[in-house]
């Protein structure tokens, strides 16, 4: 008789957390049935999101299942009963190519069968079990996936009674009820420990009225957050007003966000709500705040400090109630002292600062990103199956990933893309080689930059590219009177120097240019003894 009952019986009485509990469950359930891989798929509005699996690649965490785009798991969510398809089934399934245990040439069709979850009434999801061996399933593991299932929604029904506890406890004063973290639909993927810090972080600060910095290099997904921290506030069933302070023309940008009267301008036929007015009760996201005229920065304060905004063209002004979120891929304390922002503005924005960790920070969550925008083009181009060769995975992993989370999106959409063009058919499981990446061409056109403006630098009478070309190794510690750091350093002190001469000695504009940040520009600069360890020159 199978011990798996009491294997989840015990689980149920054990305090655990809520994805440990899960996983449990998904690994039990692959022991017990000899499959390849189960998965446990949460329905979040009109696809199946994995909350927790055993047997697939991991980039399969990140991916979102629209149902009407898989027959199969249509199929399943429209059953309360177990469904198993045949072997030779003509419907595409959703992990063809994804399983970890496949071959090098994965089997087009494989054991397939998944039930519909039910939480007091309510689908919550659904469980699937896939095998590469035909046969794996018949009529009886249809009858002990039934059997199961009521262990599994109790399983399911204990963590959701676990967040509800979490969330009485943390209750707020306010009656208007909210999304607790976990249901906020922000679009943001990832479970590396960064970016979960960053996340506590903005669901606590949510809940106040702080306004909120958003700080990150171009392409880490801003916008996202400041939708996340918006959904969860208590202004979430207020609008949420987005502006792209760099698209703004200097002579529209005080009608966009103050608003206008009829006859304030030449072409203002009526009068005009500005942005601010939009977001009144809400929350309204200063994309790019940085690129702000100065003008406009001193108009922008006075509503902050006061809560009153002035239509272009009245004197009359008009009280609102809205919360500030702003982002901005500048170093806006560097800006202050350039004399290109406002301090004072900058200190009324940046009362909770957030920076915004870079892709690079976060690798276990690339590919998970990238099995999501793989889904994205798989659904967009018409395969049926998209997965990734080892080594293009592991292409991706190595990369530095200078645009961030965009750049992958990017990447992946190229290469999808050059697959076509390579002559791949959209009815078959399509792999993508790491060469269709364009990783290597952009890493190598990266480093071939880097050496023809370090050959430039003379090290002791050889240059850095001389060096290389000499056949030199890590391994040896002079470099013709020079050991190894010496040389980096000399050659990172030529390339600071040539920056700030092109950039006339501005250091920002110097540290965007070399592609690092700002703070840790000034920090290399004083250990290479290029300025001193007070202040900034």
């Known amino acids: ?30 022991a017990e049935f000899g499959c390849g891989a189960v998965v446990l798929l949460q329905k979040q509005q009109d696809y199946l999101k994995p909350v927790a699996m055993q047997g697939l690649a991991r980039e399969a965490l990140g991916r979102h299942f629209v149902v009407a785009h898989h027959p199969r798991l249509a199929t399943i969510m429209a059953s309360r009963q177990p469904v198993r398809f045949a ?52 009529a009886a593991s249809e009858a002990r996936l039934q059997h199961y299932s009521f262990l599994i929604e109790a399983i399911i029904r204990v963590c959701r009674l676990e967040r509800d506890n979490r ?32 996340l506590r972080q903005l669901d606590v600060v949510a ?46 940008a005080e009608s966009e966000l103050f608003g206008h009267v009829k006859g304030a301008f030449s072409g203002a036929g009526q009068d005009r709500a500005g942005r601010f007015e939009a977001a009144d009760g809400g929350t309204l996201f200063l994309d790019e705040v940085g ?37 901005t891929n500048r170093q806006l304390a560097e800006r202050v002292q350039q004399g290109e922002f406002r301090a004072d503005l900058y200190h009324r924005l940046s009362v909770y600062p957030l920076p915004i960790p870079p892709l690079r920070e976060r690798e276990l969550d690339i590919l998970l990103l990238a099995g999501h925008f793989l889904e994205q083009n798989r659904v967009r181009l018409g ?35 050059q697959a076509l063009s390579q002559g791949a058919s959209r009815q078959d499981i399509v792999t993508l080689q790491a060469d269709w990446l364009r990783l290597a061409d952009a890493q190598q056109t990266a480093a071939t930059a880097l050496t023809e403006t370090a050959a430039t630098a003379d090290l002791n009478g050889l240059t850095l590219k001389q060096t290389v070309l000499n056949g030199l190794t890590m391994k040896q510690t002079v470099l013709n009177g020079l050991t190894m750091k010496q040389a980096v350093q000399c050659t990172q002190r ?10 006339q000695q501005c250091w920002a504009d110097a540290a965007r240019s070399l592609g690092v940040d700002a703070s840790n520009l000034h920090k290399l600069a004083q250990k290479l003894g290029l300025k001193a360890s007070r202040g900034h020159p």
């Open 1 to 30: 008789m199978t011990v798996l009952p009491t294997i989840i019986l015990a689980d149920l009485v054990t305090e655990l957390p809520a994805p440990v509990r899960l996983q449990r469950l998904v690994s039990n359930l692959m």
């Open 87 to 138: 072997p030779d089934s003509s419907l595409a399934d959703p992990y063809d190519g994804l399983l970890d245990a496949q071959p090098e040439q994965p089997l087009a069709v494989h054991d397939c069968m998944g039930m519909s979850l039910f939480v007091e009434g309510e689908c919550w999801g659904a469980i699937t079990l896939d095998a590469l061996q035909a046969g794996t399933f018949d």
């Open 167 to 198: 969330v009485l406890r943390q209750s707020r004063s306010d009656s208007e009820p909210r999304l607790v973290a976990s249901q906020a639909d922000s679009g943001i993927i990832g479970q590396s420990k960064a970016l979960q810090q960053v």
């Open 207 to 252: 809940d106040s009225e702080l306004p909120v910095l958003l700080l990150g290099e171009t392409g880490t997904g801003k916008e996202l957050f400041a939708r996340r921290l918006h959904q969860l506030s208590p202004r979430s069933k207020k609008p949420l007003v987005y502006i792209n302070c760099a698209a703004l023309p200097e002579t529209l």
């Open 291 to 327: 690129e702000l005229p100065l003008s406009i920065q001193a108009k922008l304060l006075r509503v902050l400090q006061n809560g009153e905004v002035q239509r272009l063209g009245t004197d009359k002004p008009c009280q609102v109630n809205v919360r500030i979120v702003a982002a």
């Open 383 to 417: 395969f049926r199956s998209l997965r990734f060769a080892p080594e293009a995975e592991q292409l991706l992993l190595q990369y530095h990933w200078p645009g961030n989370v965009r750049e992958l999106e990017h990447v992946l959409s190229r290469a999808a893309i």
């Open 494 to 503: 030529q390339l600071i120097q040539a920056a700030l001469q092109q950039h």
